[in-house]
């Protein structure tokens, strides 16, 4: 605790100088956006680390950290963006969806270089695109989006139903239900300040004049996720109209360990008879399911304070409980004859949750601890990471 105190008070002096505050503007971004929108409940008596919280800082990208000093999120981001502005790298709308998609880009090319026509005619496009759960390929490479803007659509992803009114107060900072060009970039700006995105045309207009209401950024956040989930599908279905249960295992177990995957494999080799298949609609209901994982796990800790395996009964009813919606029998039946070890018909509801975890994050281990303190001890560790990337670049004693 000390330490971080320390720590926030060298940021503070640091930034309150004239010089280095001008020396670190390009670095400061929307700091905490991706946290904050994923975060949930936030608390205004903590003033201090909220002030500090509205100056995190990151690397200038052009000159990139060596990959032991870099976020996993950061080096993903690095790997898939493809495009160079302004000695800065950003991402197309393309690049996003398969840094979620797939797990490595074998690049051929070097980054695109752009100039300033490039990003206008960009610009223009995207503030002419309308609202569809079809946007990001309708972009493809014509667009860019920056690191900040990445990890809040990363946590767009993993948000349930109940999350998009939080994150949109929390992007609301004057409370007047509408989000402007300003509050999105969450620091003081003008129109000339920083690099408009593709992301910010279609929200503000290319003028950045525009109003950003709430049904407009649901209708994102339930797109976006739309979008991804069929591309998933289609993904690990080959392009068909069903998924065959092991596609649906490959799908759940891609981001686990390979020693425990081989136990689970042999599960489904054992309990399951080929040619049974998942429909894209039961798909999405698990999707929906998997985005509310922690009202879930505390379901499932009321159902159960006994912390022994679950049967498919309490399995059905925490589940419905934390979505309020039912998964189709053939996907619960999948799930358990997977998850099921030893054949009880119960699986281990912390083993299952550790692989619904890995799925969710997609390989990238920054999910928020659960509870208000697990979140602030990570939101520390997030601050005090990305202060260190800025601050190594600038010279400063810290």
Same mark, same amino acid.
Request: glycine content about 6%.
């Given at each position: 605790?000390?330490?971080?105190?320390?720590?926030?008070?060298?940021?503070? #002096?640091?930034?309150?100088?004239?010089?280095?505050?001008?020396?670190?503007?390009?670095?400061?971004?929307?700091?905490?956006?991706?946290?904050? =929108?994923?975060?949930?409940?936030?608390?205004?008596?903590?003033?201090?680390?909220?002030?500090?919280?509205?100056?995190?800082?990151?690397?200038?990208?052009?000159?990139?950290?060596?990959?032991?000093?870099?976020?996993?999120?950061?080096?993903?981001?690095?790997?898939? =963006?493809?495009?160079?502005? $302004?000695?800065?790298?950003?991402?197309?709308?393309?690049?996003?969806?398969?840094?979620?998609?797939?797990?490595?880009?074998?690049?051929?090319?070097?980054?695109?270089?752009? #100039?300033?026509?490039?990003?206008?005619?960009?610009?223009?496009?995207?503030?002419?695109?309308?609202?569809?759960?079809?946007?990001?390929?309708?972009?493809?490479?014509?667009?860019?989006?920056?690191?900040?803007?990445?990890?809040?659509?990363?946590?767009?992803?993993?948000?349930?139903?109940?999350?998009?009114?939080? =994150?949109?107060?929390?992007?609301?900072?004057?409370?007047? !239900?509408?989000?402007?060009?300003?509050?999105?970039?969450?620091?003081?700006?003008?129109?000339? $300040?920083?690099?408009?995105?593709?992301?910010?045309?279609?929200?503000?207009?290319?003028?950045?004049? /525009?109003?950003?209401?709430?049904? !407009?950024?649901?209708?994102?956040?339930?797109?976006?996720?739309?979008?991804?989930?069929?591309?998933?599908?289609?993904?690990?279905?080959?392009?068909?109209?069903?998924?065959?249960?092991?596609?649906? =295992?490959?799908?759940?177990?891609?981001?686990?360990?390979?020693?425990?995957?081989?136990?689970?494999?042999?599960?489904?080799? +054992?309990?399951?008879?080929?040619?049974?298949?998942?429909?894209?609609?039961?798909?999405? !209901?698990?999707?929906?399911?998997?985005?509310?994982?922690?009202?879930?796990?505390?379901?499932?800790?009321?159902? #159960? !304070?006994? /912390?022994?395996?679950?049967?498919?009964?309490?399995?059905?009813?925490?589940? +419905?409980?934390?979505?309020?919606?039912?998964?189709?029998?053939?996907?619960?039946?999948?799930?358990?004859?997977?998850?099921?070890?030893?054949?009880? #018909?119960?699986?281990?509801?912390?083993?299952?949750?550790?692989?619904?975890?890995?799925?969710?994050?997609?390989?990238? +281990?920054?999910?928020?601890?659960?509870?208000?303190?697990?979140?602030?001890?990570?939101? +520390?560790?997030?601050?005090?990471?990305?202060?260190?990337?800025?601050?190594?670049?600038?010279?400063?004693?810290?």
């Amino acid at each position: 605790m000390a330490s971080w105190v320390k720590v926030t008070g060298v940021l503070r #002096n640091f930034l309150t100088r004239t010089s280095s505050y001008r020396t670190l503007r390009r670095a400061l971004g929307t700091g905490i956006l991706g946290s904050l =929108a994923g975060g949930g409940l936030i608390y205004y008596h903590h003033e201090s680390l909220k002030r500090l919280l509205r100056f995190t800082v990151y690397a200038d990208e052009e000159k990139v950290l060596p990959t032991s000093q870099q976020s996993a999120r950061r080096m993903r981001f690095n790997q898939f =963006a493809s495009l160079i502005y $302004d000695e800065d790298i950003y991402m197309t709308p393309r690049d996003f969806l398969f840094s979620v998609m797939l797990d490595n880009v074998d690049r051929k090319l070097q980054k695109r270089a752009l #100039n300033k026509k490039d990003v206008d005619k960009m610009l223009d496009f995207a503030s002419r695109a309308q609202a569809s759960n079809n946007l990001f390929r309708h972009f493809g490479d014509e667009g860019l989006l920056s690191y900040i803007e990445y990890l809040f659509l990363l946590t767009i992803l993993t948000k349930p139903d109940t999350g998009f009114h939080i =994150a949109f107060k929390m992007l609301d900072i004057d409370g007047n !239900e509408q989000v402007d060009r300003k509050e999105f970039m969450k620091k003081p700006t003008t129109e000339r $300040d920083g690099v408009s995105t593709t992301l910010q045309a279609f929200f503000f207009g290319k003028s950045g004049v /525009n109003k950003l209401q709430y049904k !407009e950024f649901c209708r994102f956040m339930e797109d976006l996720q739309a979008e991804v989930q069929e591309m998933e599908f289609l993904q690990f279905s080959k392009g068909m109209d069903t998924m065959r249960r092991e596609d649906f =295992a490959e799908w759940l177990l891609h981001y686990t360990n390979e020693e425990a995957n081989e136990a689970y494999w042999e599960n489904l080799r +054992k309990r399951i008879p080929t040619g049974q298949s998942i429909t894209f609609d039961e798909f999405k !209901e698990f999707c929906l399911f998997a985005n509310n994982l922690e009202d879930f796990a505390f379901s499932v800790k009321m159902i #159960n !304070e006994a /912390n022994q395996p679950i049967g498919m009964v309490q399995f059905k009813r925490a589940v +419905k409980i934390a979505t309020g919606h039912d998964l189709s029998e053939n996907v619960l039946d999948t799930v358990f004859k997977i998850f099921d070890l030893d054949g009880d #018909n119960c699986l281990s509801h912390k083993e299952f949750l550790g692989v619904m975890e890995d799925r969710v994050l997609r390989g990238l +281990k920054v999910q928020p601890q659960r509870g208000l303190t697990g979140y602030w001890k990570c939101v +520390k560790r997030e601050t005090l990471k990305g202060a260190q990337e800025a601050l190594r670049e600038t010279g400063s004693p810290f």
